[in-house]
């Protein structure tokens, strides 16, 4: 089983801030299948980045992800009030499918 | 536009079984090479990957589920539905079932609460 890890637990910023949340994978993830999704309280996850770094539809472009092997990285470049929410990565390469802990993004 | 929608009972008793149902409209659960899984989230907690069934039947499961878990399609009604045996106070979480690999497309989930 992949073990996903995600850092910091929760990031405490402001609107206009710049958010960079982790995902540290226990073994490399090939060919980069690592998704975000942002999930809001009381609703569905929103697939938000697929393949570590292509944005899924209708994503805002303030949006982006990197990474690859065992390191992948979400950037928010400016918070708007609507990104507040948790964050949580997948990765799909392994024949068990898992989740990261999530990264809450709060107001500070 | 491709939705989901998760169906079935609010409240099972311990070491029964539960069951939902997601039904589907603007994709076929039959075609297009998708996976269609089941994930659930105990309260405050992460989400866990339960399983899925590819358009040609074939399933995959979360070993930690111990064989509990079955997924099965009904292509006439085209929808998917969860059976899991045996449950217990942690199997209380909100259900949610989706489509793909990357999960692009979301049911709005259903809480489950386990108890008698």
């Known amino acids: 089983e992949i073990v996903l890890t995600q850092s910091p637990g929760t990031l405490s910023l402001s609107p206009g801030e710049r958010a960079t949340l982790s995902c540290r994978a226990s073994?490399?993830?090939?060919?980069?299948?690592l998704a975000w999704y942002q999930q809001k309280p009381g609703q569905a996850p929103r697939l938000v980045v697929y393949g570590a770094s292509s944005r899924a539809t209708g994503i805002p472009d303030r949006f982006s992800g990197s990474g690859s092997g065992t390191d992948f990285t979400l950037t928010i470049s400016r918070l708007e009030p609507e990104d507040f929410a948790v964050y949580y990565c997948?990765?799909?390469?392994?024949?068990?499918?898992?989740f990261g802990q999530g990264t809450k993004v709060e107001v500070k | 536009q491709v939705q989901l929608r998760e169906s079935g009972p609010g409240l099972v008793k311990p070491s029964e079984t539960l069951s939902l149902t997601c039904i589907v409209s603007g994709a076929s659960v039959s075609s297009g090479s998708y996976y269609w899984n089941w994930i659930r989230q105990p309260p405050g907690k992460r989400l866990e990957w339960i399983g899925y069934i590819d358009y040609s039947g074939n399933t995959n499961y979360n070993p930690s589920l111990k064989s509990r878990a079955t997924i099965s399609p009904d292509m006439s009604k085209n929808q998917f539905s969860l059976r899991l045996t045996s449950v217990t106070a942690a199997d209380t979480a909100v259900y949610y079932c989706?489509?793909?690999?990357?999960?692009?497309?979301w049911g709005q989930g259903t809480l489950v609460i386990v108890s008698s």
């Open positions: 997948q990765q799909y390469d392994s024949s068990r499918w898992t």
């Open positions: 989706a489509r793909g690999d990357f999960l692009t497309n």
């Open positions: 073994q490399s993830v090939s060919s980069n299948f």
